[in-house]
C-alpha cells in the first residue's frame, strides 16, 4: 500500500504562483508513475501532470507553459510548481501514483483557488 499526503494549496491571486507537494510513505519501493490530477466543481477530472520514475513528463493542455511537475525519489516526493495561474486554474488537486502493478493510490487533495 502507499498512502500520499498533498500539501501546499491555498488562495492566490490571478498571476500568482503555488508549489504544490505530494509525499508518499509506505511501499514507496512499488511506485512508477506519479502525477498530479484536479478536478472542478461540476467538471470530471483531468491530468496536469505526470512524471515517470526516471523524470519524463507530460502535460495537459491546461498546463502546458506554466506548470512543472517534478520529484525527488529520495524524498518519495512529487511537486507541481504552478506560476501564472488563473481564475480557471481553481479546482481540488490530486497526487496519483501507480505501482509496478499498475494499481492507483490517491492522496485526499488540496484546494487552490485563484481568484482576487
Known amino acids: 500500500q502507499v498512502q500520499l499526503v498533498e500539501s501546499g494549496g491555498g488562495l492566490v491571486q490571478p498571476g500568482g504562483s503555488l508549489r504544490l507537494s505530494c509525499a508518499a510513505s509506505?511501499?514507496?519501493?512499488?511506485?512508477?508513475?506519479m502525477g498530479w490530477y484536479r478536478q472542478a466543481p461540476g467538471k470530471q477530472r483531468e491530468v496536469v501532470a505526470r512524471?515517470?520514475?526516471?523524470?519524463?513528463?507530460i502535460y495537459g493542455d491546461s498546463a502546458k507553459g506554466r506548470f512543472t511537475i517534478s520529484r525527488d525519489n529520495a524524498k518519495n516526493t512529487v511537486y507541481l510548481q504552478m506560476t501564472s495561474l488563473k481564475p480557471e486554474d481553481t479546482a481540488v488537486y490530486y497526487c496519483?501514483?501507480?505501482?509496478?502493478?499498475?494499481?492507483?493510490?490517491w492522496g485526499q487533495g488540496t484546494q487552490v483557488t485563484v481568484s482576487s
Open positions: 496519483n501514483a501507480k505501482n509496478s502493478a499498475w494499481d492507483d493510490y
Open positions: 509506505g511501499s514507496t519501493y512499488s511506485i512508477r508513475p
Open positions: 512524471i515517470t520514475s526516471i523524470g519524463a513528463t
